[in-house]
């Protein structure tokens, strides 16, 4: 196993699967149970407005708290930061289970959103010291895989837990397990990520455009600073349209072609029910596919990965709008998820081994920040985009968007079919 998977990465991605359980079971008992959470209509605004704000708060504090990950990495090293981060987060799903009321819970998720930023950095940050770019494409792969462990665990056990007991039993059994991965996340190695000397220039050269976009890279020309945006805007494009538009607005898609009684496929399966089956293989092809895929783009190179990858992505989203029906989505959603996984593995590995070494916990972070504001847009344009001119023009839109990042990836980078250091290959 060590050979396959290095005992540190083990150690710097096991916490996280048990700690985002909590997090991951909000998602799926909230809608229902919100009186038990104490969340209703206030100042003006109903009920559903503050549960969708909950769910979301956490990816629009990561837009912030991503950069503040990378500074308290190079500055404490990554073991004792990430351990804090897990007691976090299992603090934010005791939270859930012993708090009630609107504000406590806005707290918790924003809290929520701070503690994952150190995590995903500190497993980013982990495979690359540990791993050898022979690897770090699976490496990545492995973290997405036990994220989505946890998230699969939650929705199934979590959810049956809470339907048997109560919403008190089942979160706190949830942040026991939290603080039990705390325990292992002693273990993960103690890197020192590195750290540029600053450059002047106050806050003019802060709020520089470039230094926006890919964090600054003192002494670094802006060839490197294209490919970097360049590989960003992809995450951002294939969290668009793969983690926010399209699961987002796959039920009341197919909510169109539904009967009377709500159901679809000749009323043999009710449209919640094909919607849940079509998300739930988001997470099994993260959970199945992570590290198959990941090592499929360290043997063939991350231009070519990401080349296949993007076609099928692109491809299935257009089979969506072309084709317009039941079917069509059923078999295109899958596709998607499949080349989402395998583009999202191979884009994790290009962007640390493009980045130096000196900055790349900074890089890091302001990718990881492209990745959630693609994740937060995508479910709200979606909507927007559908008000207009309906849910096939959202997989149009998606499709274009993802096109459009491709190409300037394409000619950051090079030509998709060769090798070149420096560039992700």
């Known amino acids: 196993m060590r050979s396959i998977i290095p005992a540190g990465m083990v ?4 916490p996280t699967t048990a700690v985002i ?14 009186v038990e959470f104490g969340v209703a209509g206030q100042l003006g605004l109903s009920a559903s407005f503050w549960i969708g704000f909950a769910l979301s708060i956490n990816r629009f504090i990561r837009l912030v708290s991503n950069a503040f990950a990378a500074s308290v990495f190079q500055r404490f090293g990554v073991r004792w930061p990430f351990v804090a981060s897990i007691a976090l987060g299992s ?3 005791l939270a859930y289970g012993l708090g009630s009321g609107l504000a406590l ?3 918790a998720r924003a809290a929520w959103g701070v503690s994952y930023s150190h995590m995903r950095l500190a497993a980013q940050l982990t495979a690359f010291g540990v791993g050898t770019s022979a690897m770090r494409g699976r490496l990545m792969g492995f973290f997405n895989s036990g994220q989505r462990l946890g998230s699969l665990i939650a929705v199934t056990v979590g959810a049956l837990l809470f339907q048997l007991t109560s919403r008190e039993v089942t979160f ?11 325990i292992v996340a002693t273990r993960v190695p103690n890197l020192r990520p590195g750290r540029a000397r600053p450059t002047r220039g106050g806050l003019r050269e802060r709020l520089n455009p470039w230094n926006l976009a890919v964090s600054r890279l003192p002494g670094y020309g802006r060839k490197l600073r294209l490919r970097l ?13 793969a983690n926010g538009l399209a699961i987002a607005t796959v039920a009341p898609y197919l909510a169109e072609f539904a009967n009377e009684d709500e159901r679809v496929l000749g009323g043999s399966l009710a449209v919640v029910t094909l919607a849940g089956l079509l998300v739930g293989f988001r997470w099994l092809s993260d959970l199945g596919l992570g590290v198959p895929l990941g090592h499929l783009s360290d043997r063939v190179g991350r231009r070519v990965s990401i080349t296949f990858g993007m076609a099928a992505t692109v491809a299935s989203l257009v089979l969506v709008a072309a084709l317009d029906s039941v079917v069509a989505t059923v078999v295109a959603m899958p596709l998607l998820f499949i080349a989402a996984v395998g583009v999202n593995a191979a884009l994790d590995a290009a962007i640390g081994e493009t980045s130096p070494d000196a900055t790349r916990a900074a890089v890091l972070g302001r990718y990881s920040t492209w990745l959630d504001l693609g994740a937060a847009l995508g479910p709200f344009a979606g909507f927007l985009i559908a008000d207009r001119i309906g849910f096939q023009g959202g997989f149009l839109v998606a499709a274009g968007l993802l096109v459009a990042t491709w190409a300037l990836y394409a000619a950051a980078t090079g030509a998709p079919f060769r090798r070149r250091a420096g560039a992700g290959s």
Do not use: H, Q
Not at 11 to 14: D, G, P, T
Not at 172 to 182: D, R
Not at 229 to 241: D, N
């Open 91 to 93: 603090a934010t799903t």
């Open 105 to 107: 819970l806005l707290l």
């Open 229 to 241: 945006l360049s590989i960003s805007l992809m995450r951002f494009a294939t969290a668009f349209a």
């Open 21 to 34: 359980m909590g997090d991951s079971l909000m998602y799926i008992v909230l809608p229902v149970a919100a």
């Open 172 to 182: 706190v059994a949830l942040a026991g397990i939290g603080l039990l991965g705390m």
């Open 11 to 14: 150690y710097a991605v096991s």
